[in-house]
């Protein structure tokens, strides 16, 4: 199982960014799909998340109404549009995917079992 994250850079407070994550290799379920960030000194957290169905999402307090996450089941890929970024944005992002169906919910970091390998969303003021 490989996640490939992609989209992150350097963008001025204000501006938007898409981050893009596709899982390639093996076949395997996608179930639900999240992005979680970590800052400099600080503990990964989520930031949002989506159903395998896509029905249902959630998102971090902090980025309700600035980001929005979406899924593409054929091509096994997940989007976080980020939009009026701000400097406490600024974070390596990773995506994360469900391969084995739990009952966490989804924004409890034990239900993602793959991982990939982080995109620097940097945010100048």
């Known amino acids: 199982v490989q996640l490939q994250a992609s989209g992150g850079g350097l963008v001025q407070a204000g501006g938007s960014l898409r981050l893009s994550c596709a899982a390639s290799?093996?076949?395997?379920?996608?179930?639900?799909m999240g992005w979680f960030r970590q800052a400099p000194g600080k503990e990964r957290e989520i930031v949002a998340a989506?159903?395998?169905?896509?029905?249902?999402?959630y998102y971090a307090d902090s980025v309700k109404g600035r980001f929005t996450i979406s899924r593409d089941n054929a091509n096994r890929a997940v989007y976080l549009h980020m939009n009026s970024l701000k400097p406490e944005d600024t974070a390596v992002y990773y995506c994360?995917?469900?391969?084995?169906?739990?009952?966490?919910?989804?924004?409890?970091?034990?239900?993602?079992?793959?991982w990939g390998q982080g995109t620097l969303v940097t945010v100048s003021s």
């Open positions: 290799g093996r076949t395997f379920p996608t179930y639900a």
């Open positions: 994360a995917v469900e391969t084995g169906r739990t009952y966490y919910q989804l924004s409890t970091r034990d239900k993602y079992d793959s």
């Open positions: 989506i159903s395998w169905t896509g029905t249902s999402t």
